[in-house]
DNA sequence: ATATTAAAAGACTTATTTGTCTTTTAATGG
DNA sequence: CCATTAAAAGACAAATAAGTCTTTTAATAT
């Protein structure tokens, strides 16, 4: 479904949002080790979220990565855009070049159905939200 | 979603469906060309079904690969499985190590509906149904 | 039997993704 | 101003996926 860049992306921004604000950055080394992921590898995933500004950063001491309200309330759909593109959602379960409701694939009615499910969940939920049911429920990322 | 090779792998299943049976076998050629893709990797991946047995092949002239009624009866989740392995729809969406309902991953709700949603339709429709639908409704492979 | 046909098998190359390491740039505190 | 800190940038390396090519095996028809 998703790469590896985009989990780790994914469960980078929800770290953010629950951990970091404006005043209290976090480095690389933190959300790595938090979240198990090679530290580096990581390190470039963050670069990119923050040079599409889907997460702020600071160099320096006390410098580190952090979200905005701005970021906060964005949805996690732009995070998965930004990793793994578009066609992510859009394009054909079975590779078909052409496949739409006029030219469907044998397989585009299930296909459609379930995906605009997670689109509308990851569109229409702020990552607020999210980070909100993650405290609440204590889930683990 | 799913691998290169399991999506070339479902629509030469379908193929061989719609067109083929114990008397009219086809070869690789005929299948790569209809379906636009490389040849050779196709064969690879048709040798894999014939060996998990979910096409059958014959050497030869006049031979090639077919479906036999049991095949044909089947369901396209052993296609997938054979492929790309069970992992494909139990594995969590972001990766986690565990991630159930019990422990569930900030995505775990949305994923689930979306998952068993299209691993219901692929193992409770079986190939003949989707290739019947195919041919009625004239649909590209 | 043997020549022909087509799948099976396996070696190999290419492309993409994932992961590592080093150097550079920018912010901060002394 | 300068040392320190941490992100930015970019060069590599490893692993996996995708694709190509050649040789071997088995079935068939002459």
Redesign the pocket.
């Known amino acids: 479904m998703f790469?590896?860049?985009?989990k780790?992306a994914i469960r980078a921004v929800l770290y953010l949002a629950v951990h970091s604000d404006e005043s209290s950055?976090?480095?690389?080394?933190e959300i790595a080790d938090s979240l198990e992921?090679?530290?580096?590898?990581l390190?470039?995933i963050?670069?990119q979220l923050?040079?599409h500004n889907l997460i702020a950063?600071?160099?320096?001491?006390?410098?580190?990565?952090f979200l905005t309200e701005t970021h906060i309330n964005a949805s996690l759909i732009q995070v998965v855009y930004s990793m793994d593109g578009p066609e992510m959602f859009s394009s054909c379960l079975l590779g078909l070049p052409v496949c739409s409701s006029d030219n469907p694939c044998p397989l585009h009615v299930q296909a459609f159905a379930y995906r605009e499910g997670i689109i509308y969940q990851m569109k229409h939920q702020t990552i607020k939200e999210l980070a909100n049911r993650i405290e609440r429920e204590e889930l683990k990322l």
């Open positions: 790469s590896k860049s985009c780790y950055k976090i480095g690389v080394k992921v090679p530290k580096h590898f390190a470039k963050l670069q923050a040079k950063s600071i160099k320096g001491p006390s410098g580190g990565f």
